[in-house]
Structures are given as C-alpha cells and as structure tokens.
C-alpha cells in the first residue's frame, strides 16, 4: 500500500507541473509586451552607421590613392573608399573605416584587434610580434601598424575565417577632425611587400578638407 501511495503521488506531481508549464507558457503568449519591447525572436539591430555631416567637409580627411590601384564601391556604410590592390602574391584589399564621433574605439585596442585576426605559422598566437610606430601627417597623429603571418581574420568575439597562411596588414589609424579614420590593407605578403611604399606614400599624403578620396 505503501509503494502504491508513493507511485500516485509521484504521477500527481509531474501531472501537476505538466499543468503549471502549459499555463505559464500560454500565459507568456498572451500577456501584451511593453510598447518599446522589440518583437520576441527579432534579430538584434544592426549598428547605425555614422550621421551624414560626420567626417565630411571640414570634419573630414582626403588622401591621394596609389595610382595603380583600382577604386571599388565601398562594401558598407562604414567604409569610406575601397581599393583592389594587385601584386605578385595575388590580390590584397585596402579599406577606410570611418565609423563616426565617438566609435570605433582607441588605437591601441584596434593594432591588438588587428593582430588577433593573425596567428604564427605554427599555430600559436601572434602576441606583440607586431611592427608599430607613430608619425605626424601635418598636424594629424597617425599609428602605423604592419603585422604578418597566417590570417584567420573574423570579427570580434565571433568564429575564425578560413586560414590564409603568409599574409600581411598595412594599417594606419589617423586622429580626423571628429573621429578617428582607419586605413587597413590585407592580402598575401608578396603583394603589400611589394606596396609597402605605395600605402606609406598615400598615408602621408593624409590632409584636412573636403569629401574623401
């Protein structure tokens, strides 16, 4: 009797929260979410793209591009100018991030971002193995940065892209009017050896004024 007692507790317990699970959850469909709540299963929203008299006439940067490299429709709102750059190793790409007034984060965070997309040859992190010094453009700050190695690329806190062994990155951060700007070439080592010059030379050529290039 005893055991028997047991069991049909034990059935009227599960029955029990069986009947509680099915009441919260038709109570969650029915209970009106707050005016400002975005709608449940709603992919985050995307991240707004700098206002449109950021980083433009007085507050923005202009530069000469390397003449044999090939001007291309930026990719996002967040690129200012796209170039495809040819050289022995194959194709590489230079992009300019401009993010707006108070994004994009500081310059020491973006080199140690940049050398995270890279890793040895033999699998082991890049660490401090990377190439960085700072100049003056005029009166505008500029970090350069060179960092070589196998590229995993990726975003952040997001997965790995696929491996490209013996690749490198020309980049340079320079202080804009209103924001920073963030010139970053990728691609197989030979070609931004071979453009190495050419990058420093557009860099350089970094002013104050109008539009971009």
Same mark, same amino acid.
């Given at each position: ?26 109570? $969650? ?27 433009? $006439? ?30 022995? +190793?194959?194709?590489?790409?230079? @992009? ?16 140690? =971002? ?16 990377? =190439?960085? =010094?700072?100049?003056?453009? $005029? ?13 995993? +690329? ?9 491996? =490209? ?47 971009? @290039?």
């Amino acid at each position: 009797m005893r055991s028997r007692r047991v069991v049909v507790l034990g059935v009227l317990l599960v029955l029990g929260g069986l009947v509680g699970l099915v009441a919260e959850r038709g109570h $969650g469909q029915t209970k009106p979410l707050p005016p400002d709540h975005p709608p449940m299963g709603a992919p985050p929203p995307s991240i707004p793209g700098p206002t449109a008299d950021s980083g433009t $006439g007085s507050r923005g940067l202009t530069w000469t591009p390397p003449s044999g490299w090939v001007k291309e429709a930026p990719s996002s709102v967040m690129r200012r100018a796209q170039y495809r750059v040819q050289g022995p +190793g194959g194709p590489a790409e230079c @992009a300019v991030f401009y993010f707006g007034p108070g994004q994009g984060g500081d310059a020491a965070s973006n080199v140690a =971002r940049w050398a995270g997309q890279f890793k040895r040859p033999d699998g082991r992190p890049l660490g401090d193995a990377v =190439r960085r =010094r700072e100049l003056k453009v $005029g009166d505008i700050p500029v970090v350069m940065v060179e960092v070589t190695g196998t590229y995993v +690329g990726g975003m952040a806190g997001g997965p790995p892209g696929p491996e =490209r062994p013996d690749y490198m990155l020309l980049g340079a951060i320079a202080d804009g009017p209103d924001a920073r700007w963030y010139f970053r070439a990728v691609g197989p080592r030979k070609t931004l050896e071979a453009q190495r010059a050419a990058f420093e030379s557009m860099i350089r050529s970094i002013k104050r004024g109008r539009g971009s @290039a």
